[in-house]
Nanobody
Framework: QVQLVESGGGLVQPGGSLRLSCAAS????????MGWYRQAPGKQRELVAT???????NYADSVKGRFTISRDSAKNTVYLQMNSLKPEDTAIYYC??????????WGQGTQVTVSS
């Protein structure tokens, strides 16, 4: 059984920074994609950024140049460095592990609030 545990959310002022972490445990395949998604109140869940086991990254246009995704494969951990945060970044952020035919797992979510 795979488990994902997120940490690092919180309240930050506009223009501030936060770093999210997501640690995966259990049966982890060597080839996978880890990523971050977010869901704001009244909106659908949307992709923020993903990173493959080969370090290929993909970002939503709304976060390009402000957010950076990285991973430590030895620790099965993915990070999201969020800079220049805006109020519209306020959402619950979810970690995802996609192992293709072996399934997709989600974390429980961590709240990020950007407000003065």
């Amino acid at each position: 059984q795979v488990q994902l545990v997120e940490s690092g959310g919180g309240l930050v002022q506009p223009g501030g920074s936060l770093r999210l972490s997501c640690a995966a445990s259990g049966s982890i395949r060597g080839i996978n994609t880890m990523g971050w998604y977010r869901q704001a109140p009244g909106k659908q869940r949307e992709l923020v950024a993903t990173i493959t086991s080969g370090r290929t990254t993909n970002y939503a246009d709304s976060v390009k140049g402000r957010f950076t995704i990285s991973r430590d494969s030895a620790k099965n951990t993915v990070y999201l460095q969020m800079n220049s945060l805006k109020p519209e970044d306020t959402a619950i952020y979810y970690c995802q592990l996609n192992q293709g035919l072996y399934g997709i797992r989600w974390g429980q979510g961590t709240q990020v609030t950007v407000s003065s």
